[in-house]
Structures are given as structure tokens and as C-alpha cells.
């Protein structure tokens, strides 16, 4: 006979991913010929629940390296990108929205894909991918057996065969003193 019992565990009761590809704009102080590269760097973020919709915070550095001065001169600059990302993240089940954590990975790093001129400025398209869990309290129902089953003994397993070598293969002089 089974009865049932629950237990209450902490476990992913939502879980998505999104992929973003943002372009945005840095100035710079002089009127740039070519980008000559594009790194992204110091990736940041959280999450948290805001209205039913998870809210990501986040921010990177952009660093970029451009010609100017009729390619006879380069600079770098780095420029610090916020962002806010809002994702609807289907639950499984239905938790208390009070105990739920929130758990924010990145799948796919910001990278530049594209970086091109634009008078005094420079726009860059920028590519991540975001992945949310939602880890809540849930409840697990098991069966569980009333009746102990009893336990089996276990029987010795050294028979007089074994024995008999044994005794056999003992030698009472195996400690021989050297002189």
C-alpha cells in the first residue's frame, strides 16, 4: 500500500532566452576615416520581476580604434553602453512571487558586428543573447511505501573448501632470521 507525500523544493519553474541586435551610435572628437576594430568588454547585468515581466539591467564598454587626419593619425575610445532589456518569461507553474529568484546568463557574449563611419560619429551594431531561469518554490509529490520490508541476511560465504586451503597454504616459517 502507498500514500503520498509532498515535498516543498526550491526549482526552475520558468525559463527563455532572447536574442538582441542593437545598433548605437558613440561620438567622437574628430571626424573618423576608417574603424579600424571594435571590442566589447565588462559585460554586467541582473534581473529582477517587475509587473509579471522580468526586467535585465545591464551595461558593457566599447572600446573603438578609428583612422583620422586622412588616415594619418588613430585614437581610441571607449565608451560605457547601459542597457534595459524587458522579457516575458513563460512560468511552468504558478510559485509565490515572493520567494523567486531570478537568474540572468549570458549565452552569448556582446560582440560588434558592424562599426561604420558617420560624420563626427560611429555607429556600432551590437549582438548578445540572454538567458533567463525563474527558480521558485514548488512542490513535489512522491509515493512512499508504509511496510518496511524486512532485512535479508547475508550469508557467510567462506565454505570448508576455502577453509581447507587456507590451512593448507599457511606456512609456520614464513619469519626466517637472517644471521
Not at 537568474?103 to 560582440?111: A, E, N
Not at 533567463?132 to 547475508?154: H, L, N, Q, R, S
Request: some cysteine; aromatic content about 8%.
Amino acid at each position: 500500500m502507498s500514500a503520498y507525500k509532498e515535498i516543498v523544493t526550491k526549482a526552475v519553474v520558468g525559463k527563455g532566452k532572447k536574442y538582441y541586435r542593437n545598433t548605437y551610435t558613440v561620438n567622437t572628437e574628430t571626424v573618423p576615416n576608417t574603424v579600424l576594430g571594435c571590442w566589447v568588454i565588462n559585460h554586467k547585468f541582473s534581473g529582477q520581476e517587475v509587473d509579471g515581466k522580468i526586467e535585465i539591467d545591464g551595461s558593457f564598454d566599447v572600446n573603438l580604434w578609428y583612422s583620422y587626419d586622412n588616415d594619418t593619425k588613430t585614437s581610441v575610445i571607449t565608451k560605457n553602453i547601459p542597457y534595459k532589456e524587458v522579457v516575458t518569461v513563460s512560468q511552468k507553474e504558478t510559485t509565490d512571487s515572493s520567494s523567486k529568484d531570478i537568474i540572468v546568463r549570458s549565452l552569448k557574449q556582446p560582440s560588434c558586428i558592424s562599426a561604420k563611419e558617420n560624420g563626427n560619429a560611429i555607429n556600432i551594431e551590437i549582438e548578445k543573447e540572454l538567458g533567463v531561469e525563474i527558480v521558485g518554490d514548488t512542490k513535489v509529490k512522491i509515493a512512499i511505501e508504509e511496510d518496511e520490508e524486512p532485512w535479508d541476511e547475508i550469508p557467510e560465504e567462506v565454505t570448508e573448501e576455502v577453509e581447507k586451503e587456507i590451512t593448507d597454504n599457511i606456512d609456520p616459517n614464513y619469519i626466517k632470521e637472517e644471521k
